[in-house]
């Protein structure tokens, strides 16, 4: 087992850790849309906040050396199912080769009251 730990995706706010890696695979907590540099929300609106969400998703996969068509299974929460459309366009915009298999449900809340929140995990070369 190995811990991810990286500055380039928000720092564990609680008792839990960015990723860990165990038997190949990379088992990453959930993202929302906070600017590692400032710890602050990104964005008022489900596009720029799916955005910073998958630029996070970005770094914690660098951090393991992994990368995004190595995604295998996503989980996404979403405190609106009525954003779910213009979710999807910024989901195939960072998802535009190898696309994982996929849960996608609404929510009543989200930490920090963000839109989304999504889970990874992934496949990591060894």
């Known amino acids: 087992m190995k811990i ?16 860990k890696i165990v038997n190949g695979f990379l088992f990453a907590s959930g993202q929302i849309p906070l600017d590692p540099a400032t710890g602050e929300i990104v964005g008022d609106e489900i596009r720029s906040q799916s955005r910073r969400v998958f630029m996070n ?9 992994s990368e995004k068509d190595a995604v ?19 989901y195939a915009e960072f998802f535009n080769n190898e696309l994982p298999a996929r849960s ?23």
């Open 4 to 19: 991810i730990q990286t500055t380039d995706a928000p720092q564990a706010i609680g008792p839990y850790v960015q990723g």
């Open 57 to 65: 998703i970005e770094g914690l996969l660098k951090a393991a050396g």
């Open 72 to 90: 295998v299974k996503t989980t996404c929460f979403l405190k609106n199912m009525d954003d779910f459309a213009a979710f999807n366009e910024v």
């Open 104 to 126: 996608a449900v609404e929510v009543v809340r989200l930490p920090k009251d963000v839109l989304i929140e999504v889970e990874i995990i992934a496949a990591v070369n060894s």
